[in-house]
């Protein structure tokens, strides 16, 4: 045999080799390393999977949005905390809010409140919880304000407690003009009237 002839048989036997080597430890496992999972155990384990990816959600910390309009008009919300609703994934969930309105040529609105719902595709949000809010000389509280920006509105409604300078009044809603600033105060039944009071 020549040279050439043993060169290339160590060649093929250390291939042979090898792939006998890779083939063994990739494909066959001793049975010491092969787990049986009975079906009830199978059944757990699917369980306990399902639940785990149930109860995740995405938690957010210290977050802030911000989006300016065609007209030039920022909106600015900031929460302490948030997190994905469970039916909406446009729809987030928003704790100890503060948000901030400031229309092009007019004074900024403040809104604070305990929670909120943030739709991010829409910007519309819906404050709920000790709503408070800020707008040159008037102040109101109530339990909810919804804020709509395709319709430009604040819609504030449920126990509303609304003071304009020395005045002082309660109405069922009240609707305000974000843009032409105009507000609409109005009772659910109209035998009832709006409280007034001067102080």
Known sequence: MNTKTILQLIIFFTIIIFLFLFLKNTFY????QIIE???SE????????DSSNKNKKNFIQN???????SNGNHFNLNAEFGEESEEDVNILILKNVVGKIKVKDKSEIIIKSDYAKYNS?????????NVLGLYEEKKFYSDNLDLLFKNN?????????YFDNKIESTADEIEF????????IKMFNKKEKIKILQK
Not at 29 to 32: A, G
Not at 63 to 69: A, E, G, P
Not at 121 to 129: A, G, H, I, K, M
Not at 153 to 161: E, F, G, Q, R, V
């Open 63 to 69: 977050l802030n949005y911000s989006t300016v309009d």
């Open 121 to 129: 595709s829409s910007f519309d949000t819906e404050f709920y919880q």
């Open 177 to 184: 003009d974000i843009i032409k600033g105009d507000i609409a």
């Open 37 to 39: 999972i009975s079906e």
């Open 42 to 49: 199978q059944e757990l384990f699917e369980e306990t999977s």
């Open 29 to 32: 496992l001793n049975k010491s």
């Open 153 to 161: 509105k604040a819609i504030i409604y449920n126990n509303i407690k």
